[in-house]
T-cell receptor, first 112, second 117 residues
Framework: DTAVSQTPKYLVTQMGNDKSIKCEQNLGHDTMYWYKQDSKKFLKIMFSYNNKELIINETVPNRFSPKSPDKAHLNLHINSLELGDSAVYFC???????????FGPGTRLTVL | AQSVTQLGSHVSVSEGALVLLRCNYSSSVPPYLFWYVQYPNQGLQLLLKYTTGATLVKGINGFEAEFKKSETSFHLTKPSAHMSDAAEYFCAVSGQDGGTSYGKLTFGQGTILTVHP
């Protein structure tokens, strides 16, 4: 069973488009995250939700909007995609706001 | 504020040789420290973590790391490399306190480990 899954795994799109990446965890965790891995391999946190409430919101353009319909899902919607948005996006979850994080396989977004 | 520096973006060893991946951190609060491994086309998998207590931490696949506060280091080692260890390794830090760094991982740039036959 996949603990943290992301769809799609690969996403190629044009500048200006709006796209969503979905994340689901079946671990019963309370906290979920979105990380961005840029071309230099840095993984930076973007958002964190605990029990469907936003608890971490780093300096991210407001074109990025997370949505948590329930504790098991944290989706990332991106409006007006730009070239600089090209990266690998990782979803993760953890039982609480601290401790071990379980990562999804990543979604490679390429903006042309 | 926290940061992580991994010395060496690429490390190459022979099969059976010692693996040493270096990680130094800075943190304004007592840290939790982590090593993650990323195999090709997979997500990040936790190798080991230091929270409190014993400073020598053992993880999966024969890896271990030692927290040295005086050196602000958390280097990852394995006595004998195996071909299957070839992957990318990330060191990460988060804060122990209840402040803004609590539960929030800051990652290093990663080190690609290559194992030669």
């Amino acid at each position: 069973d996949t603990a943290v899954s992301q769809t799609p795994k690969y996403l190629v799109t044009q500048m200006g488009n709006d796209k969503s990446i979905k994340c689901e965890q079946n671990l019963g965790h309370d906290t979920m995250y979105w990380y961005k891995q840029d071309s230099k391999k840095f993984l930076k946190i973007m958002f964190s939700y605990n029990n469907k409430e936003l608890i971490i919101n780093e300096t991210v353009p407001n074109r990025f909007s997370p949505k948590s319909p329930d504790k098991a899902h944290l989706n990332l919607h991106i409006n007006s995609l730009e070239l600089g948005d090209s990266a690998v996006y990782f979803c993760a979850s953890s039982p609480t706001t601290s401790g071990r994080k379980y990562f999804g396989p990543g979604t490679r977004l390429t903006v042309l | 504020a926290q940061s992580v520096t991994q010395l060496g973006s690429h490390v190459s060893v022979s099969e059976g040789a010692l693996v040493l991946l270096r990680c130094n951190y800075s943190s304004s609060v007592p840290p939790y420290l982590f090593w993650y491994v990323q195999y090709p086309n997979q997500g990040l998998q936790l190798l080991l973590k230091y929270t409190t207590g014993a400073t020598l931490v053992k993880g999966i696949n024969g890896f271990e790391a030692e927290f040295k506060k005086s050196e602000t280091s958390f280097h990852l080692t394995k006595p004998s490399a195996h071909m299957s260890d070839a992957a990318e390794y990330f060191c990460a830090v988060s804060g122990q306190d209840g402040g803004t760094s609590y539960g929030k991982l800051t990652f290093g740039q990663g080190t690609i480990l290559t194992v030669h036959p």
